[in-house]
């Protein structure tokens, strides 16, 4: 028998999947490496467990199947009925037994990857909605959760840290939070600055005397989220501050 297999050969598409598979399965790594016990310990998120992260996850990847499921049928099927019943969810997920909230992460994961893999290909291009209202492609769910699992496997607080993430997610990742400040006009005056290999500039370069953030790929990403400034500097007209402020505000 032939094994299943994705319906889409769109190469952009395989390689996002792909991404998003491999962070599932790395946040399933470092969750299963913690024991029931080590669950009830604080995350890196502030008022959050390891065990409201765990739930969340879970609940995501249903949430986002959910769209997959709108995308095949054109049943409108919302991720969430309000942010009220989201949080009540990851409440709620938050207090299962850990074998339960185990199971929760396993099957929800595994259904996502099977709405994803039987989708069809031109079905990728159907219209959702996300729970913030934007309405996009179906393709999006996949760097919707790819974000999800990578960047959440870290809040775990289990060894896990923004080096493990694949350089293509950080950049897009940084990217996304950059152009929200964009938007917003949250980043008036601020100019985040990759250092490496190929210099990459983001923010207000036309700002006067703009605060400059720099950085490696990892550490900036990990400041641009709200996760800690360690592997970053801050400077003004060319001198080194003595904190470095936190990031905007990005979600």
Known sequence: MVARQDQTTDPQLLESLLQARRGTAFFARKLNELSDAALDGPSLLPGWTRRHVTAHIGYNARAIARLIEWAA?????????????????INFGASL?????RHLFDHSAVHLNVEWRDLPADAWHHKVKTAQGRTVPAEETVWMR???VWTHAVDLD??????????PVLSRLLQD???????????TGLLVRVTGQQLQEFGDAGAEAPVVISGPLAGVARWATGR????????????ALDTVPAAPKWI
Do not use: K
């Open 177 to 187: 939070i950059t152009s929200a400040w964009a938007t917003r006009g949250t980043d």
């Open 97 to 101: 037994p850990p074998i339960a909230l």
């Open 146 to 148: 790819t974000r999800e």
């Open 158 to 167: 289990n060894g896990a840290s923004f080096a493990d993430i694949p350089v």
């Open 73 to 89: 049928t054109g049943v409108e099927t919302p991720m969430y009925a309000s942010t009220e019943i989201r949080d009540h969810e």
């Open 228 to 239: 800690g400034t360690g592997g970053v500097t801050a400077s003004q007209n060319g001198a």
